[in-house]
């Protein structure tokens, strides 16, 4: 099955840092998404994003479907954006998930 | 509703007992999925239900999971005979269903945390 590999596994930066975090994918897929999961659990759909580049506010996604990777931008980062970074892809009827990265952004 | 909600946010229970957990989709998304997320840990994919049939039950890990929507809306995932090993967080997920379903942005609950003594 299609493998999902996310690094950098953790990452800690000072407030106001700007951060790229990677996910590479085994395989060609036509779904793949970026979540935040905060510090108490909530998951929330960054970017739906199967090829190309996107942008909102501090975030930006770029996927580059024909060499099976998409980078996450997070720029001038607050310490809000602390939690876990996940990407998923669309195999069939299932989203499969990388591992994450643990993002912790310091005041 | 304005969003996925899931009920209860937490379970305790015992070794053995069996166990019905809740998910609320947002109104008129006809796709729904449960995942389980152990600590630490990325989402693990159980099972997916376009209106009330599920075309993907793979990802259930025994027969002792089981799961089931009514009326295309709510779903209630069912544990018997719960293991230590159960013992994680219980994600629902919800989306609008017209693309395949996991080709579209899914929209997660709470969650519901179960713990199995």
């Known amino acids: 099955g299609i493998q999902v590999e996310q690094s950098p596994p953790d990452l800690i930066l000072q407030e106001g840092a700007n951060s790229t975090l990677r996910c590479n994918f085994s395989?060609?897929?036509?779904?793949l998404q970026w979540f935040h999961q905060n510090p108490w659990g909530q998951l929330i759909n960054l970017f739906y994003i199967p090829s190309g580049t996107k942008q909102n506010g501090r975030l930006s996604a770029t996927t580059v479907a024909t060499e099976r990777y998409s980078l996450l931008y997070i720029s001038s980062s607050q310490t809000t954006d602390s939690g876990v970074y996940f990407c998923?892809?669309?195999?069939?009827?299932?989203?499969?998930w990388g591992a994450g990265t643990k993002l912790i952004i310091k005041p | 509703g304005a969003g996925v909600s899931q009920s209860p946010s937490n379970k305790v229970t015992e070794k053995g007992k069996d166990v019905e957990l809740r998910c609320d989709p947002i109104?008129?998304?006809?796709?729904l999925y449960w995942y389980r997320q152990s600590l630490g840990q990325g989402l693990e994919f159980l099972i997916y239900f376009q209106g009330n049939s599920a075309p993907d039950k793979s990802g259930l890990p025994s027969d002792r999971f089981s799961a089931e929507r009514t009326g295309g809306s709510v779903s209630t995932l069912t544990i018997q005979r719960t293991q230590q090993e159960d013992s994680a967080v219980y994600l629902c997920a919800s989306s609008l269903g017209l693309a395949g379903g996991y080709q579209e942005t899914q929209y997660f609950g709470p969650g519901t945390r179960l713990l199995v003594l």
């Open positions: 395989d060609s897929v036509n779904n």
């Open positions: 998923a892809v669309a195999s069939n009827y299932q989203l499969i």
């Open positions: 109104s008129g998304h006809t796709a």
